[in-house]
């Protein structure tokens, strides 16, 4: 007893729970996330998506002309390619972390920016540098966080962050709206104090840089991707073309070519947005138990029938179901494109494939919205031929994920 006694009072140390390690590992991953999803929603939500709602204040109000405001959008576009292919070369020059915080902040002052409507040129710089932040936070948000996650985890840990794109077109339905009864000016103002707290929360939560983050342009410059990463770099652009029919005309072809009205074609919008919440949770959790190849290819079949499914029918269920898995897909096909790069490249390529995948991306969305608005203006309003091209470009991307394996086993 005496023995026992005095082991007891010579061992003072703290004795640790069980779990308690797991516990912390868990609340520092869900950290992480929540600053991507900030990240996300600051850069891709908000800034893009936030101005589709504030385009006719800007006319009414004789801010813009109706023309430039499509200009003004194709500056978002615009900028969101430059900061695809500016973002390992900022990462490299000032550290990624850095290089995303920055972007908050410079798509915070963006907003407070255009709260004033000084010129056109003005205008048009700031809706550039609002795509330029999304497009570099767009490849360095989740490239600084996943590799500090387990790889189990890794499918739904993307989901959250890109559910920060949801949000955002969430928002662009109700909360603008909102904003837009107390003034177009405070609209701006109430979109920047949201965009400036998201990034002030955030700010803090980010993880420090892994060394896979930091890897030399000249060693990835010499790396070759494999046929099927350069397949997936072109499935990636395609599943932007599918996405497009929904993204632009969705609202303008209930409202107007089914004649139902602007406010019937705002439900339909709520309701992509309602998706592109969930839609991320959905497939980042699909891909961390099927894989992520499978995934990717029951999401390209999924979404290829939502695309088309306008086609057969038009009626109100149709166009819910339409509207609610694409939308949901907008994001969600991002985790899963990320998790394959994850599982096809080593640690030190998966910065510049994923980067490479983001301006294919955006390529093919830029050049899709300007297409399919020539062929509709060709056509004279067709928006089914729209829906159409869109869902043959999923096939497309589905049938080149299916072939790879068999011409790839052939070479």
């Known amino acids: 007893m005496t023995e026992l006694n005095a082991n007891r009072k010579h061992d003072t140390r703290p004795q640790r729970r069980p779990g308690a ?4 590992a868990s609340r520092q991953t869900w950290r992480y996330a929540v600053a991507g999803l900030s990240a996300s929603l600051v850069g891709l939500g908000l800034a893009r998506f936030a101005y589709t709602p504030l385009i006719p204040a800007l006319i009414a109000a004789k801010w813009f002309g109706a023309s430039d405001v499509v200009y003004l959008g194709a500056a978002n576009l615009a900028g969101y390619l430059a900061g695809a292919l500016a973002a390992r070369a900022v990462a490299a020059r000032i550290g990624a972390v850095r290089a995303v915080r920055a972007m908050m902040l410079l798509a915070t002052l963006s907003f407070f920016a255009s709260s004033t409507p000084v010129s056109f040129t003005w205008f048009f710089a700031w809706r550039f540098l609002s795509g330029l932040t999304g497009g570099i936070i767009m490849v360095l948000a989740a490239s600084v966080i996943l590799p500090h996650i387990s790889a189990a985890r890794r499918g739904i840990v993307g989901g959250v962050i890109f559910a920060g794109v949801g949000l955002g077109v969430a928002a662009s339905g109700t909360l603008v709206p909102l904003l837009l009864q107390q003034g177009l000016q405070q609209s701006w103002y109430g979109l920047g104090v949201l965009s400036g707290t998201l990034t002030l929360v955030s700010w803090w939560n980010w993880p420090a840089e892994v ?84 995934a990717l290819r029951a999401a390209f079949l999924i979404e290829a029938a939502a695309v088309l499914l306008p086609t057969v029918s038009t009626a109100p269920l149709s166009l819910i179901v339409s509207s609610v898995v694409v939308g949901g897909f907008t994001p969600g096909i991002v985790p899963l494109v990320l998790g394959r790069i994850h599982e096809l490249v080593s640690a030190e390529q998966q910065r510049t494939t994923w980067s490479h995948a983001t301006t294919s991306f955006a390529l093919f969305q830029a050049a899709a919205a300007y297409g399919f608005s020539w062929i509709y203006a060709q056509t004279g309003g067709d928006y089914l031929i729209l829906f159409a091209l869109g869902g043959s470009a999923v096939v497309l991307a589905l049938t080149i994920d299916l072939a790879l394996p068999l011409t790839t086993r052939k070479a």
């Open 21 to 24: 390690a797991s516990q912390a």
């Open 211 to 294: 060394k896979a983050d930091t890897v030399p342009l000249y060693r990835a410059k010499h790396a070759h991707a494999s046929p099927v990463v350069r397949g997936l770099l072109v499935q990636y652009g395609l599943n932007a073309v599918a996405l497009v029919p929904h993204m632009v005309f969705i609202v303008d072809f209930v409202a107007r070519g089914l004649g139902q009205g602007i406010a019937a074609g705002s439900h339909y919008w709520v309701l992509y947005g309602l998706g592109a919440i969930v839609g991320p949770l959905v497939t980042g959790h699909l891909g961390d138990r099927a894989g992520f190849g499978p």
